[in-house]
Protein backbone atom coordinates (compact mmCIF):
# COMPACT_ATOMS: atom_id res chain seq x y z
CA UNK A 1 0.00 0.00 0.00
CA UNK A 2 1.31 3.53 -0.85
CA UNK A 3 -1.71 5.52 -0.18
CA UNK A 4 -0.69 9.28 -0.51
CA UNK A 5 -3.52 12.10 1.05
CA UNK A 6 -2.55 15.64 -0.03
CA UNK A 7 -4.62 18.44 1.41
CA UNK A 8 -6.11 21.47 2.97
CA UNK A 9 -8.76 22.00 5.96
CA UNK A 10 -10.03 24.34 8.61
CA UNK A 11 -7.36 22.95 10.63
CA UNK A 12 -4.61 24.28 8.43
CA UNK A 13 -6.20 27.06 6.08
CA UNK A 14 -7.80 30.45 6.90
CA UNK A 15 -11.51 30.36 5.39
CA UNK A 16 -10.30 33.03 2.79
CA UNK A 17 -7.62 30.38 1.78
CA UNK A 18 -9.98 27.50 1.29
CA UNK A 19 -12.71 29.46 0.18
CA UNK A 20 -10.32 30.65 -2.94
CA UNK A 21 -9.30 26.87 -3.10
CA UNK A 22 -12.66 25.40 -3.46
CA UNK A 23 -13.64 22.87 -6.35
CA UNK A 24 -16.61 22.76 -8.60
CA UNK A 25 -17.91 19.52 -9.82
CA UNK A 26 -16.08 19.95 -13.40
CA UNK A 27 -13.06 20.91 -11.54
CA UNK A 28 -13.25 17.36 -8.91
CA UNK A 29 -13.93 15.38 -12.45
CA UNK A 30 -10.64 16.96 -14.29
CA UNK A 31 -8.29 16.84 -11.01
CA UNK A 32 -9.23 12.87 -10.88
CA UNK A 33 -8.50 12.50 -14.56
CA UNK A 34 -5.73 14.40 -14.44
CA UNK A 35 -4.14 12.97 -11.01
CA UNK A 36 -4.23 9.22 -12.34
CA UNK A 37 -2.75 10.44 -15.99
CA UNK A 38 0.42 11.80 -14.00
CA UNK A 39 2.86 9.55 -13.83
CA UNK A 40 3.07 8.55 -9.92
CA UNK A 41 -0.74 7.70 -9.37
CA UNK A 42 -2.68 4.83 -10.46
CA UNK A 43 -5.77 5.65 -8.62
CA UNK A 44 -7.35 9.19 -7.49
CA UNK A 45 -10.19 10.21 -5.00
CA UNK A 46 -11.07 13.84 -4.03
CA UNK A 47 -13.20 14.47 -0.97
CA UNK A 48 -14.22 18.22 -1.14
CA UNK A 49 -16.44 19.70 1.68
CA UNK A 50 -16.61 23.24 2.98
CA UNK A 51 -14.03 22.88 4.81
CA UNK A 52 -11.53 20.65 3.70
CA UNK A 53 -9.95 19.63 0.08
CA UNK A 54 -8.83 16.74 0.30
CA UNK A 55 -6.60 14.02 -2.56
CA UNK A 56 -6.02 10.76 -2.55
CA UNK A 57 -4.24 8.78 -4.66
CA UNK A 58 -2.33 5.63 -4.94
CA UNK A 59 1.57 6.14 -5.57
CA UNK A 60 4.51 4.33 -6.37
CA UNK A 61 7.17 7.35 -5.66
CA UNK A 62 6.27 9.09 -2.44
CA UNK A 63 8.25 12.27 -2.85
CA UNK A 64 7.15 12.36 -6.77
CA UNK A 65 3.58 11.90 -5.76
CA UNK A 66 3.88 14.88 -3.17
CA UNK A 67 4.80 17.34 -5.80
CA UNK A 68 2.51 16.04 -8.78
CA UNK A 69 -0.43 15.91 -6.10
CA UNK A 70 0.00 19.44 -4.58
CA UNK A 71 1.15 21.07 -8.67
CA UNK A 72 -2.56 19.29 -8.76
CA UNK A 73 -4.53 21.05 -6.73
CA UNK A 74 -2.88 24.45 -7.36
CA UNK A 75 -3.62 24.62 -10.79
CA UNK A 76 -7.38 23.14 -10.08
CA UNK A 77 -7.93 25.30 -7.31
CA UNK A 78 -6.43 28.26 -9.18
CA UNK A 79 -4.42 29.48 -6.05
CA UNK A 80 -0.66 29.73 -6.58
CA UNK A 81 1.36 26.67 -5.63
CA UNK A 82 3.66 28.88 -3.20
CA UNK A 83 0.50 30.19 -1.69
CA UNK A 84 -0.77 27.08 -1.22
CA UNK A 85 1.97 25.10 -0.24
CA UNK A 86 1.76 26.67 3.86
CA UNK A 87 -1.38 25.18 4.19
CA UNK A 88 -0.93 21.83 2.85
CA UNK A 89 -0.76 18.57 5.08
CA UNK A 90 0.40 15.12 4.08
CA UNK A 91 -0.10 11.88 4.85
CA UNK A 92 1.40 8.59 3.61
CA UNK A 93 0.32 5.05 4.29
CA UNK A 94 -1.04 3.99 7.90
CA UNK A 95 -1.16 7.58 8.60
CA UNK A 96 -3.52 8.55 5.21
CA UNK A 97 -5.64 5.76 6.83
CA UNK A 98 -6.25 6.88 10.09
CA UNK A 99 -6.81 10.46 8.82
CA UNK A 100 -9.26 9.06 6.34
CA UNK A 101 -10.72 6.85 9.37
CA UNK A 102 -11.10 10.03 11.82
CA UNK A 103 -12.43 12.38 8.97
CA UNK A 104 -15.25 9.70 8.45
CA UNK A 105 -15.85 9.45 12.64
CA UNK A 106 -16.32 13.36 12.45
CA UNK A 107 -13.28 13.54 14.88
CA UNK A 108 -11.80 15.86 12.67
CA UNK A 109 -14.93 18.00 11.90
CA UNK A 110 -15.42 21.67 12.53
CA UNK A 111 -18.11 20.28 14.77
CA UNK A 112 -16.63 17.24 16.26
CA UNK A 113 -19.00 14.05 16.08
CA UNK A 114 -21.15 15.27 12.86
CA UNK A 115 -22.18 12.91 11.17
CA UNK A 116 -22.78 14.37 7.42
CA UNK A 117 -18.95 13.52 6.39
CA UNK A 118 -20.14 9.84 5.77
CA UNK A 119 -22.15 10.85 3.18
CA UNK A 120 -19.81 13.28 1.59
CA UNK A 121 -17.37 10.19 1.60
CA UNK A 122 -19.88 8.12 -0.15
CA UNK A 123 -20.22 10.84 -2.73
CA UNK A 124 -16.53 10.96 -2.97
CA UNK A 125 -16.20 7.45 -3.63
CA UNK A 126 -18.74 7.00 -6.22
CA UNK A 127 -17.55 9.93 -8.22
CA UNK A 128 -14.02 7.80 -8.22
CA UNK A 129 -15.88 5.13 -9.29
CA UNK A 130 -17.88 6.31 -12.18
CA UNK A 131 -14.86 8.27 -13.93
CA UNK A 132 -12.88 4.71 -13.17
CA UNK A 133 -9.98 6.35 -11.05
CA UNK A 134 -10.65 3.95 -7.96
CA UNK A 135 -9.40 0.62 -7.96
CA UNK A 136 -8.59 -1.84 -5.16
CA UNK A 137 -7.11 -0.20 -2.76
CA UNK A 138 -8.96 3.31 -2.81
CA UNK A 139 -11.94 1.14 -3.24
CA UNK A 140 -11.11 -0.81 0.18
CA UNK A 141 -10.51 1.79 1.76
CA UNK A 142 -13.44 4.41 1.39
CA UNK A 143 -15.68 1.62 1.71
CA UNK A 144 -13.98 1.07 4.99
CA UNK A 145 -14.22 4.15 6.24
CA UNK A 146 -17.63 4.49 5.95
CA UNK A 147 -17.88 1.00 8.13
CA UNK A 148 -15.73 2.73 10.84
CA UNK A 149 -17.71 6.06 10.52
CA UNK A 150 -21.30 3.90 11.22
CA UNK A 151 -19.30 1.96 13.66
CA UNK A 152 -18.59 4.91 15.92
CA UNK A 153 -21.92 6.28 15.85
CA UNK A 154 -23.13 3.45 16.58
CA UNK A 155 -20.96 1.98 19.50
CA UNK A 156 -20.33 5.55 20.70
CA UNK A 157 -22.09 8.83 21.69
CA UNK A 158 -19.99 10.74 19.54
CA UNK A 159 -23.28 12.30 18.21
CA UNK A 160 -23.42 13.92 21.56
CA UNK A 161 -19.89 15.49 21.46
CA UNK A 162 -21.56 17.41 18.29
CA UNK A 163 -23.77 18.41 16.01
CA UNK A 164 -24.42 19.12 12.25
CA UNK A 165 -23.07 22.25 11.02
CA UNK A 166 -26.69 23.54 10.45
CA UNK A 167 -27.59 23.41 14.20
CA UNK A 168 -24.34 24.47 15.48
CA UNK A 169 -25.25 27.51 13.49
CA UNK A 170 -28.54 28.22 14.58
CA UNK A 171 -26.59 27.66 18.06
CA UNK A 172 -24.17 30.86 16.89
CA UNK A 173 -27.30 33.05 15.52
CA UNK A 174 -29.45 32.47 18.80
CA UNK A 175 -26.50 33.24 20.81
CA UNK A 176 -26.88 30.11 22.59
CA UNK A 177 -30.50 30.26 23.65
CA UNK A 178 -32.75 27.29 23.45
CA UNK A 179 -32.77 27.30 19.53
CA UNK A 180 -36.26 25.88 19.30
CA UNK A 181 -37.22 28.76 21.79
CA UNK A 182 -35.28 31.20 19.42
CA UNK A 183 -36.62 29.77 16.10
CA UNK A 184 -40.63 29.29 17.22
CA UNK A 185 -42.28 31.47 15.04
CA UNK A 186 -40.06 32.74 12.97
CA UNK A 187 -40.27 33.29 9.11
CA UNK A 188 -37.25 31.24 6.86
CA UNK A 189 -35.89 32.13 4.07
CA UNK A 190 -33.58 28.97 2.68
CA UNK A 191 -31.60 29.66 -0.16
CA UNK A 192 -30.56 26.76 -2.29
CA UNK A 193 -31.79 23.15 -2.55
CA UNK A 194 -28.93 21.25 -2.29
CA UNK A 195 -28.08 18.55 0.41
CA UNK A 196 -26.96 21.10 3.38
CA UNK A 197 -29.79 23.79 2.54
CA UNK A 198 -31.88 20.79 2.48
CA UNK A 199 -30.67 19.84 5.83
CA UNK A 200 -30.97 23.23 6.85
CA UNK A 201 -34.58 23.94 6.28
CA UNK A 202 -35.56 20.32 8.02
CA UNK A 203 -33.59 21.67 10.74
CA UNK A 204 -35.44 24.84 11.02
CA UNK A 205 -38.91 23.07 10.36
CA UNK A 206 -38.17 20.90 12.79
CA UNK A 207 -37.02 23.91 15.23
CA UNK A 208 -40.70 24.93 14.97
CA UNK A 209 -40.71 28.14 12.14
CA UNK A 210 -43.82 29.10 11.16
CA UNK A 211 -42.78 29.18 7.72
CA UNK A 212 -40.26 28.20 4.89
CA UNK A 213 -39.68 30.00 1.69
CA UNK A 214 -37.50 28.20 -0.77
CA UNK A 215 -35.26 30.03 -3.58
CA UNK A 216 -33.60 28.13 -6.10
CA UNK A 217 -32.52 28.57 -9.37
CA UNK A 218 -34.07 25.00 -10.48
CA UNK A 219 -37.79 25.88 -9.57
CA UNK A 220 -38.47 22.07 -9.68
CA UNK A 221 -35.93 21.00 -7.05
CA UNK A 222 -37.30 24.09 -4.90
CA UNK A 223 -40.66 23.46 -5.05
CA UNK A 224 -39.73 18.99 -4.49
CA UNK A 225 -38.27 20.46 -0.96
CA UNK A 226 -41.01 23.14 -0.16
CA UNK A 227 -43.60 19.96 -0.67
CA UNK A 228 -41.35 17.18 1.32
CA UNK A 229 -41.32 19.93 4.36
CA UNK A 230 -44.74 20.39 3.86
CA UNK A 231 -46.03 16.64 3.87
CA UNK A 232 -43.53 15.37 6.38
CA UNK A 233 -43.86 12.94 9.07
CA UNK A 234 -42.00 15.42 11.53
CA UNK A 235 -41.03 18.50 9.69
CA UNK A 236 -45.01 19.77 8.85
CA UNK A 237 -44.53 23.58 8.02
CA UNK A 238 -45.87 25.94 5.62
CA UNK A 239 -43.44 25.82 2.80
CA UNK A 240 -43.41 27.36 -0.32
CA UNK A 241 -41.10 28.09 -3.25
CA UNK A 242 -39.92 30.71 -5.03
CA UNK A 243 -36.77 31.78 -8.24
CA UNK A 244 -33.94 33.31 -7.15
CA UNK A 245 -34.87 36.72 -8.46
CA UNK A 246 -37.51 37.35 -5.49
CA UNK A 247 -34.76 36.71 -2.89
CA UNK A 248 -34.41 40.21 -2.39
CA UNK A 249 -38.57 40.71 -1.71
CA UNK A 250 -38.54 37.69 0.66
CA UNK A 251 -35.68 38.91 2.81
CA UNK A 252 -37.55 41.80 3.70
CA UNK A 253 -40.41 39.00 5.08
CA UNK A 254 -38.14 36.32 6.45
CA UNK A 255 -36.57 36.97 9.97
CA UNK A 256 -33.91 33.86 9.69
CA UNK A 257 -32.30 33.27 5.87
CA UNK A 258 -30.33 30.53 5.61
CA UNK A 259 -27.60 30.27 2.25
CA UNK A 260 -26.18 27.50 0.40
CA UNK A 261 -25.62 27.25 -2.95
CA UNK A 262 -23.01 26.34 -5.64
CA UNK A 263 -22.23 29.91 -6.94
CA UNK A 264 -18.79 31.08 -7.33
CA UNK A 265 -19.78 34.73 -6.67
CA UNK A 266 -22.01 36.30 -3.97
CA UNK A 267 -25.87 35.84 -3.81
CA UNK A 268 -26.43 37.82 -1.06
CA UNK A 269 -24.62 41.72 -1.01
CA UNK A 270 -24.35 43.67 1.65
CA UNK A 271 -26.60 46.23 -0.15
CA UNK A 272 -29.25 43.32 -0.23
CA UNK A 273 -28.88 42.72 3.19
CA UNK A 274 -29.13 46.52 3.92
CA UNK A 275 -32.05 47.02 2.05
CA UNK A 276 -33.69 43.92 3.39
CA UNK A 277 -33.41 45.79 7.02
CA UNK A 278 -34.31 49.08 5.94
CA UNK A 279 -37.32 47.09 4.36
CA UNK A 280 -38.39 45.57 7.85
CA UNK A 281 -37.83 48.75 10.43
CA UNK A 282 -38.24 51.25 8.02
CA UNK A 283 -34.70 52.88 9.08
CA UNK A 284 -31.12 52.52 7.68
CA UNK A 285 -29.37 49.64 8.51
CA UNK A 286 -26.46 51.42 10.34
CA UNK A 287 -23.11 50.45 9.90
CA UNK A 288 -21.07 49.48 13.47
CA UNK A 289 -18.56 51.87 14.71
CA UNK A 290 -15.20 50.40 15.38
CA UNK A 291 -14.78 48.40 18.44
CA UNK A 292 -18.57 47.42 18.67
CA UNK A 293 -19.78 44.65 18.75
CA UNK A 294 -21.03 44.74 15.41
CA UNK A 295 -17.89 45.62 14.13
CA UNK A 296 -15.40 43.12 12.82
CA UNK A 297 -15.11 39.78 11.26
CA UNK A 298 -16.42 36.67 11.92
CA UNK A 299 -14.00 35.86 14.23
CA UNK A 300 -13.97 38.69 16.60
CA UNK A 301 -18.13 38.52 16.44
CA UNK A 302 -17.76 35.45 17.25
CA UNK A 303 -15.62 35.77 20.17
CA UNK A 304 -17.48 38.98 21.15
CA UNK A 305 -20.91 36.37 21.30
CA UNK A 306 -18.89 34.05 23.93
CA UNK A 307 -17.62 37.08 26.17
CA UNK A 308 -14.16 36.49 25.53
CA UNK A 309 -11.27 38.54 25.78
CA UNK A 310 -8.28 37.88 24.55
CA UNK A 311 -5.61 39.98 25.09
CA UNK A 312 -1.59 39.12 23.81
CA UNK A 313 -0.29 36.71 25.86
CA UNK A 314 2.70 38.44 28.12
CA UNK A 315 6.25 35.82 28.74
CA UNK A 316 5.92 33.50 31.39
CA UNK A 317 7.22 34.26 34.77
CA UNK A 318 9.79 31.64 34.24
CA UNK A 319 13.65 31.49 34.14
CA UNK A 320 14.53 31.32 30.57
CA UNK A 321 17.78 31.52 29.13
CA UNK A 322 21.19 32.85 30.91
CA UNK A 323 19.11 33.15 33.74
CA UNK A 324 16.85 35.98 32.87
CA UNK A 325 12.95 35.48 34.67
CA UNK A 326 11.44 35.88 31.36
CA UNK A 327 11.29 34.22 28.40
CA UNK A 328 12.64 36.76 25.85
CA UNK A 329 12.07 34.12 22.86
CA UNK A 330 8.36 34.54 23.02
CA UNK A 331 8.04 38.54 23.23
CA UNK A 332 9.07 40.99 20.07
CA UNK A 333 12.40 42.05 19.64
CA UNK A 334 13.40 44.76 21.78
CA UNK A 335 11.12 43.98 25.17
CA UNK A 336 12.01 45.64 27.55
CA UNK A 337 10.58 45.84 31.75
CA UNK A 338 7.61 48.94 31.76
CA UNK A 339 5.21 48.28 34.49
CA UNK A 340 3.75 45.35 36.76
CA UNK A 341 2.22 43.42 34.20
CA UNK A 342 5.41 43.00 32.64
CA UNK A 343 6.23 40.89 35.95
CA UNK A 344 3.48 39.66 37.07
CA UNK A 345 4.27 37.44 39.51
CA UNK A 346 7.71 37.89 40.00
CA UNK A 347 9.32 37.83 43.65
CA UNK A 348 11.91 40.21 44.72
CA UNK A 349 14.87 38.44 44.28
CA UNK A 350 13.56 37.77 40.58
CA UNK A 351 13.03 41.38 39.99
CA UNK A 352 16.97 41.79 41.16
CA UNK A 353 17.93 38.76 39.20
CA UNK A 354 16.41 39.96 36.09
CA UNK A 355 17.70 43.83 36.37
CA UNK A 356 21.12 41.87 36.69
CA UNK A 357 20.49 40.11 33.54
CA UNK A 358 19.43 43.09 31.34
CA UNK A 359 22.45 44.88 32.08
CA UNK A 360 25.14 42.14 30.71
CA UNK A 361 25.60 41.02 34.36
CA UNK A 362 25.17 44.77 36.73
CA UNK A 363 22.43 45.12 38.69
CA UNK A 364 20.48 47.98 37.50
CA UNK A 365 20.41 48.52 41.89
CA UNK A 366 23.93 48.43 41.76
CA UNK A 367 24.37 50.62 38.75
CA UNK A 368 22.18 53.11 40.56
CA UNK A 369 24.34 53.22 43.82
CA UNK A 370 27.02 53.20 41.41
CA UNK A 371 25.74 56.31 39.47
CA UNK A 372 25.46 58.06 42.89
CA UNK A 373 22.27 58.68 42.00
CA UNK A 374 22.66 60.26 38.95
CA UNK A 375 20.06 62.46 36.17
CA UNK A 376 17.41 60.54 35.35
CA UNK A 377 18.00 61.42 31.56
CA UNK A 378 21.62 59.28 32.17
CA UNK A 379 20.82 56.68 29.17
CA UNK A 380 22.36 53.19 28.44
CA UNK A 381 23.47 51.89 24.87
CA UNK A 382 20.15 50.45 24.38
CA UNK A 383 18.23 53.78 24.93
CA UNK A 384 17.00 52.74 28.37
CA UNK A 385 16.65 55.63 31.18
CA UNK A 386 19.09 53.67 33.82
CA UNK A 387 18.03 56.00 36.44
CA UNK A 388 14.26 55.32 35.79
CA UNK A 389 14.51 51.49 35.38
CA UNK A 390 16.21 51.22 38.54
CA UNK A 391 13.58 53.50 40.59
CA UNK A 392 11.09 51.07 39.06
CA UNK A 393 12.58 48.04 40.02
CA UNK A 394 13.22 49.73 43.62
CA UNK A 395 9.72 50.28 43.86
CA UNK A 396 8.64 47.04 42.59
CA UNK A 397 11.11 44.93 44.99
CA UNK A 398 9.21 47.13 47.59
CA UNK A 399 6.29 46.13 46.68
CA UNK A 400 7.00 42.06 46.78
CA UNK A 401 9.14 42.44 49.74
CA UNK A 402 5.60 43.87 51.73
CA UNK A 403 3.41 41.47 50.04
CA UNK A 404 5.56 38.96 49.00
CA UNK A 405 4.95 38.67 45.34
CA UNK A 406 3.68 40.89 43.07
CA UNK A 407 -0.35 40.70 42.01
CA UNK A 408 -0.97 38.79 39.05
CA UNK A 409 -2.85 41.53 36.95
CA UNK A 410 -2.29 39.39 33.28
CA UNK A 411 -5.85 39.81 32.13
CA UNK A 412 -6.51 43.58 31.63
CA UNK A 413 -10.34 45.02 32.38
CA UNK A 414 -12.50 44.47 29.03
CA UNK A 415 -12.72 47.20 27.14
CA UNK A 416 -15.82 48.51 26.72
CA UNK A 417 -18.30 47.44 24.13
CA UNK A 418 -20.98 49.68 22.39
CA UNK A 419 -24.27 47.88 22.75
CA UNK A 420 -25.86 46.21 19.83
CA UNK A 421 -29.56 46.75 18.68
CA UNK A 422 -31.23 43.22 18.78
CA UNK A 423 -30.71 42.11 14.56
CA UNK A 424 -33.49 42.76 12.08
CA UNK A 425 -32.31 39.96 9.96
CA UNK A 426 -30.54 36.80 11.36
CA UNK A 427 -28.36 35.08 8.03
CA UNK A 428 -26.58 31.90 8.22
CA UNK A 429 -23.86 31.20 5.43
CA UNK A 430 -23.13 27.74 5.15
CA UNK A 431 -21.39 27.38 1.59
CA UNK A 432 -17.75 27.81 0.58
CA UNK A 433 -16.96 29.68 -1.44
CA UNK A 434 -19.38 32.21 1.05
CA UNK A 435 -22.65 33.75 -0.42
CA UNK A 436 -22.61 36.09 1.67
CA UNK A 437 -20.57 39.22 1.91
CA UNK A 438 -18.50 39.58 4.99
CA UNK A 439 -19.21 43.18 4.96
CA UNK A 440 -22.84 42.15 6.52
CA UNK A 441 -20.89 41.18 9.52
CA UNK A 442 -20.60 45.20 10.00
CA UNK A 443 -24.07 46.15 9.48
CA UNK A 444 -25.88 46.59 12.95
CA UNK A 445 -29.13 45.21 12.04
CA UNK A 446 -27.88 41.90 10.88
CA UNK A 447 -26.24 39.38 11.97
CA UNK A 448 -23.91 37.09 10.58
CA UNK A 449 -22.41 33.83 11.39
CA UNK A 450 -20.83 32.39 8.53
CA UNK A 451 -17.99 29.61 8.04
CA UNK A 452 -15.11 31.92 9.48
CA UNK A 453 -17.33 32.69 12.52
CA UNK A 454 -18.50 29.16 13.18
CA UNK A 455 -14.88 27.86 12.65
CA UNK A 456 -13.35 30.60 15.49
CA UNK A 457 -16.63 29.62 17.77
CA UNK A 458 -15.86 25.84 17.59
CA UNK A 459 -12.08 26.07 18.50
CA UNK A 460 -13.35 26.39 21.87
CA UNK A 461 -16.01 23.91 22.05
CA UNK A 462 -15.79 21.05 24.22
CA UNK A 463 -15.54 17.63 23.71
CA UNK A 464 -17.47 14.63 25.11
CA UNK A 465 -15.62 11.70 26.69
CA UNK A 466 -17.09 9.67 24.26
CA UNK A 467 -14.18 10.90 21.61
CA UNK A 468 -11.35 8.49 23.11
CA UNK A 469 -13.46 5.58 22.58
CA UNK A 470 -13.73 7.23 19.47
CA UNK A 471 -10.04 7.35 18.91
CA UNK A 472 -9.46 3.72 19.86
CA UNK A 473 -11.96 2.43 17.30
CA UNK A 474 -10.27 4.03 14.86
CA UNK A 475 -6.70 2.74 16.11
CA UNK A 476 -8.15 -0.69 15.54
CA UNK A 477 -9.25 -0.30 12.44
CA UNK A 478 -6.36 1.62 11.61
CA UNK A 479 -4.53 -2.00 12.47
CA UNK A 480 -6.74 -4.03 10.69
CA UNK A 481 -6.74 -2.55 7.38
CA UNK A 482 -3.09 -2.44 7.34
CA UNK A 483 -3.16 -5.92 7.88
CA UNK A 484 -5.55 -7.31 5.76
CA UNK A 485 -3.83 -4.94 2.96
CA UNK A 486 -0.73 -6.42 3.82
CA UNK A 487 -2.20 -9.85 3.53
CA UNK A 488 -3.82 -9.03 0.31
CA UNK A 489 -0.52 -8.14 -1.22
CA UNK A 490 0.83 -11.47 -1.28
CA UNK A 491 -2.04 -13.20 -2.07
CA UNK A 492 -1.37 -13.06 -6.24
CA UNK A 493 2.10 -14.41 -5.43
CA UNK A 494 0.36 -17.28 -3.45
CA UNK A 495 -1.94 -17.93 -6.21
CA UNK A 496 1.09 -17.94 -8.29
CA UNK A 497 2.95 -20.28 -6.92
CA UNK A 498 0.13 -22.86 -6.42
CA UNK A 499 -0.72 -22.26 -10.09
CA UNK A 500 3.31 -23.15 -10.98
CA UNK A 501 2.25 -26.17 -8.53
CA UNK A 502 -0.41 -27.73 -9.98
CA UNK A 503 1.06 -27.59 -13.66
CA UNK A 504 4.18 -28.67 -12.12
CA UNK A 505 1.94 -31.78 -10.98
CA UNK A 506 -0.12 -32.31 -14.10
CA UNK A 507 3.19 -32.36 -16.15
CA UNK A 508 4.15 -35.37 -14.13
CA UNK A 509 1.43 -36.95 -14.55
CA UNK A 510 1.96 -36.52 -18.24
CA UNK A 511 4.52 -37.68 -18.34
CA UNK A 512 3.99 -40.95 -16.27
CA UNK A 513 1.36 -41.62 -18.31
CA UNK A 514 4.13 -41.88 -21.34
CA UNK A 515 6.35 -44.01 -19.31
CA UNK A 516 3.31 -46.62 -18.14
CA UNK A 517 0.72 -46.30 -21.09
CA UNK A 518 -1.26 -49.45 -20.14
CA UNK A 519 -1.49 -47.88 -16.66
CA UNK A 520 -5.80 -48.14 -16.24
CA UNK A 521 -7.78 -44.84 -14.95
CA UNK A 522 -8.50 -45.96 -11.35
CA UNK A 523 -4.64 -46.24 -10.54
CA UNK A 524 -4.18 -42.84 -12.50
CA UNK A 525 -6.43 -40.97 -10.66
CA UNK A 526 -5.11 -41.93 -7.38
CA UNK A 527 -1.41 -41.40 -8.16
CA UNK A 528 -2.65 -38.23 -9.47
CA UNK A 529 -4.50 -37.53 -6.37
CA UNK A 530 -1.67 -38.35 -4.00
CA UNK A 531 0.78 -36.09 -5.35
CA UNK A 532 -1.13 -33.74 -5.31
CA UNK A 533 -1.68 -34.07 -1.59
CA UNK A 534 1.67 -34.50 -1.51
CA UNK A 535 2.57 -31.05 -3.10
CA UNK A 536 -0.75 -29.05 -0.95
CA UNK A 537 1.05 -30.38 2.47
CA UNK A 538 4.33 -29.13 1.24
CA UNK A 539 3.34 -26.14 0.44
CA UNK A 540 0.65 -25.24 2.85
CA UNK A 541 2.82 -24.41 6.09
CA UNK A 542 5.00 -22.07 4.55
CA UNK A 543 1.65 -19.87 2.03
CA UNK A 544 -0.52 -19.96 5.68
CA UNK A 545 2.46 -18.60 7.44
CA UNK A 546 3.95 -16.05 4.74
CA UNK A 547 0.13 -14.51 4.67
CA UNK A 548 0.59 -14.14 8.40
CA UNK A 549 4.02 -12.76 8.22
CA UNK A 550 3.21 -10.48 5.64
CA UNK A 551 -0.02 -8.97 7.22
CA UNK A 552 2.49 -7.75 10.24
CA UNK A 553 3.96 -4.11 9.78
CA UNK A 554 7.27 -4.34 7.64
CA UNK A 555 5.97 -7.57 6.52
CA UNK A 556 5.88 -6.39 2.87
CA UNK A 557 9.36 -8.38 1.70
CA UNK A 558 7.89 -11.64 2.14
CA UNK A 559 6.20 -11.85 -1.74
CA UNK A 560 9.65 -10.69 -3.00
CA UNK A 561 10.87 -13.14 -0.74
CA UNK A 562 8.84 -15.95 -2.15
CA UNK A 563 8.83 -15.14 -5.58
CA UNK A 564 12.35 -15.56 -5.57
CA UNK A 565 12.98 -18.82 -3.80
CA UNK A 566 10.15 -20.35 -6.29
CA UNK A 567 11.65 -18.61 -9.45
CA UNK A 568 7.99 -17.75 -10.35
CA UNK A 569 7.19 -15.60 -13.39
CA UNK A 570 6.40 -11.83 -12.92
CA UNK A 571 3.76 -11.69 -15.45
CA UNK A 572 1.96 -14.48 -13.68
CA UNK A 573 1.54 -12.20 -10.75
CA UNK A 574 0.83 -9.30 -12.55
CA UNK A 575 -1.88 -10.91 -14.29
CA UNK A 576 -3.43 -12.92 -11.20
CA UNK A 577 -3.04 -9.21 -9.09
CA UNK A 578 -4.99 -7.46 -12.57
CA UNK A 579 -7.31 -10.25 -12.35
CA UNK A 580 -8.02 -9.55 -8.39
CA UNK A 581 -8.50 -5.96 -9.26
CA UNK A 582 -10.72 -6.04 -12.02
CA UNK A 583 -13.14 -8.37 -9.56
CA UNK A 584 -13.94 -5.10 -6.85
CA UNK A 585 -17.87 -4.92 -6.70
CA UNK A 586 -18.72 -8.07 -7.61
CA UNK A 587 -18.54 -9.84 -4.18
CA UNK A 588 -20.04 -9.93 -1.27
CA UNK A 589 -19.65 -6.67 0.00
CA UNK A 590 -22.02 -4.55 1.94
CA UNK A 591 -22.09 -1.75 0.52
CA UNK A 592 -21.24 -2.48 -3.07
CA UNK A 593 -23.75 -4.08 -5.42
CA UNK A 594 -23.82 -6.25 -8.55
CA UNK A 595 -22.66 -3.25 -10.38
CA UNK A 596 -20.16 -2.09 -8.09
CA UNK A 597 -21.85 1.33 -7.17
CA UNK A 598 -21.56 2.10 -3.32
CA UNK A 599 -24.47 2.40 -1.72
CA UNK A 600 -22.99 3.46 1.44
CA UNK A 601 -25.06 5.24 4.40
CA UNK A 602 -28.96 5.68 3.78
Known amino acids: MSLLVVGLSHRSAP ?14 NKLLQDTVAAEPATEAAVLATCNRIELYADVDKFHAGVAELSTLLAQHSGVGLEELTPYLYVHYEDRAVHHLFSVACGLDSMVVGEGQILGQIKDSLARAQE ?25 T ?22 VEAWAHGKKA ?31 ERAERLARILTEGDDTHVAARAVPMDAVPAELTRADVAVSCTGATGLVLTAETIAAAVEGRTGAPAAVAEPGSEASGDGRTQAK ?35 GESAVAGIDAAALEQHGTWVEGGTSLLERRRELGGGTADRRDGAGRGVEADAELITALAATAATVGRIPERRKPEPAPVAP ?12 MPRDVDAAVHRLAGARLVDIESLAAASADAPMASDVDQVRGIV ?124 RGPA
Open 189 to 219: LVIGAGSMSSLAAATLARAGVGEIVIANRTM
Open 475 to 598: ADEVAAFGAAQRAAHITPTVVALRTMAADVVSNEIARLEGRLPGLDDKHRAEITQTVRRVVDKLLHAPTVRVKQLAAEPGGAGYADALRTLFDLDPETVASVSRAANGAVGTGDNDDFDKNGKN
Open 304 to 338: AARGDVRETPLPPATVGEDGCPLDLATVEPGFSLL
Open 420 to 431: RPEPALFVLDLA
Open 15 to 28: VSVLERASLNEDDR
Open 131 to 155: LHTAGRLLNDLFQQALRVGKRAHSE
Open 157 to 178: GIDRAGQSLVTFGLEQLSRGAD
